[in-house]
């Protein structure tokens, strides 16, 4: 398969209840300083120090976030609206849960194989 074909988007769905939606407004402000994934993996991972200041702290030093820029935009609420429109939108499609994957607006099994069949499918391979 040609490299360039589809284009990977991220939405955020943080459904489970506060400490989701702090997670995705962390996340969210850390991708403001090009560093998205490294605390979103953490996350992700389970690593419940992440959500006390001082484990949040080290971490986005450790991943070489700008600590005051990224503690004012997680202060001031800045990526919310980003984080709940992103919700509201994945609740009118209908996901339920995470990860829910999309080729062409079709839900599709969040596997590899499933998503390049229905990649192949969609440029018509």
Not at 55 to 70: D, H, K, N, S, T
Not at 106 to 120: C, G, H, K, S, W
């Given at each position: ?79 919310l609206p980003l984080v709940i429109a992103s919700r509201s939108e994945g609740q009118s499609r209908g996901v339920p849960g995470t990860p829910t994957v999309f080729v062409n ?21």
């Open positions: 398969m040609a490299t360039g074909i589809a284009r990977y988007e991220f939405r955020y769905f943080a459904h489970l209840g506060d400490p989701a939606l702090y997670a995705a407004v962390a996340v969210a402000c850390a991708a403001e300083q090009g560093a998205f994934w490294p605390l979103h993996d953490r996350f992700m991972a389970g690593d419940e120090t992440l959500f006390t200041p001082a484990g949040l702290r080290r971490q986005v030093e450790f991943e070489g976030i700008e600590y005051g820029a990224f503690n004012q935009c997680l202060t001031d609420g800045e990526t607006g079709e839900r599709v099994d969040p596997t590899f194989e499933a998503i390049e069949e229905a990649v192949r499918r969609a440029i018509g391979e």
